[in-house]
Antibody, heavy 120, light 107 residues
Framework: EVQLVESGGVVVQPGGSLRLSCAAS????????MHWVRQAPGKGLEWVSL????????YYADSVKGRFTISRDNSKNSLYLQMNSLRTEDTALYYC?????????????WGQGTLVTVSS | AIRMTQSPSSLSASTGDRVTITCRAS??????LAWYQQKPGKAPKLLIY???TLQSGVPSRFSGSGSGTDFTLTISCLQSEDFATYYC?????????FGQGTKVEIK
């Protein structure tokens, strides 16, 4: 059974930093592209970032480019999102999502999310 | 980025009704479209990909159609467990974008 478990969400002040983690199990992690998708409270879904199966390629939404860094450790079946220079508009539930394959671009499994609140 | 627009934003329907949700892309995306269902407090669930291919385990009352810029999600006979919010998503080009969602409520 595929499982994705996010962690690391907390309350942080504007300008602060945070690192989210996603622990994956139930599939061959290094065969798949992985994504982060977020959802602000009461709002819709926003794709944030993706990383290729080998970590060699990364992409970011314009809203986070230059501030967030996605990475993965295939030896630990783990996905990460380093978030710097946080803004109030980054407040959201952050989901880790598995790509259908190596860059299909849609998401067949999602975690339950970890909540990031940026507030002073 | 490609803009995805869903209509309606919300609808009220009864169990047994046929429901259709529309998604329009701001430019052609071929069939690179997925549909998701999200229930309150839960993660989204993949229903359909490639505009019309049903994800494994999804009931056959769900169907998708369309290509280019105009797409539809149809629920042929609404069940109580189908009351949720539905999102379309294009994966034709980076960066991947979602529609704003359609909330299906009980009439």
């Amino acid at each position: 059974e595929v499982q994705l478990v996010e962690s690391g969400g907390v309350v942080v002040q504007p300008g602060g930093s945070l690192r989210l983690s996603c622990a994956a199990s139930g599939f061959t992690f290094d065969d798949y592209t992985m994504h982060w998708v977020r959802q602000a409270p009461g709002k819709g879904l926003e794709w944030v970032s993706l990383i290729s199966w080998d970590g060699g390629s990364t992409y970011y939404a314009d809203s986070v480019k230059g501030r967030f860094t996605i990475s993965r450790d295939n030896s630990k079946n783990s996905l990460y999102l380093q978030m710097n220079s946080l803004r109030t508009e980054d407040t959201a539930l952050y989901y880790c999502a598995k790509d259908r394959g190596r860059g299909y671009g849609y998401f067949d499994y999602w975690g339950q999310g970890t909540l990031v609140t940026v507030s002073s | 980025a490609i803009r995805m627009t869903q209509s309606p934003s919300s609808l009220s329907a009864s169990t047994g009704d046929r429901v259709t949700i529309t998604c329009r892309a701001s430019q052609g995306i071929s069939s690179y479209l997925a549909w998701y269902q999200q229930k309150p407090g839960k993660a989204p669930k993949l229903l359909i990909y490639a505009a019309s291919t049903l994800q494994s385990g999804v009931p056959s009352r769900f169907s998708g159609s369309g290509s280019g810029t105009d797409f539809t999600l149809t629920i042929s006979c609404l069940q109580s467990e189908d009351f949720a919010t539905y999102y379309c998503q294009q994966y034709y080009s980076y960066s991947w974008t979602f529609g704003q969602g359609t909330k299906v409520e009980i009439k």
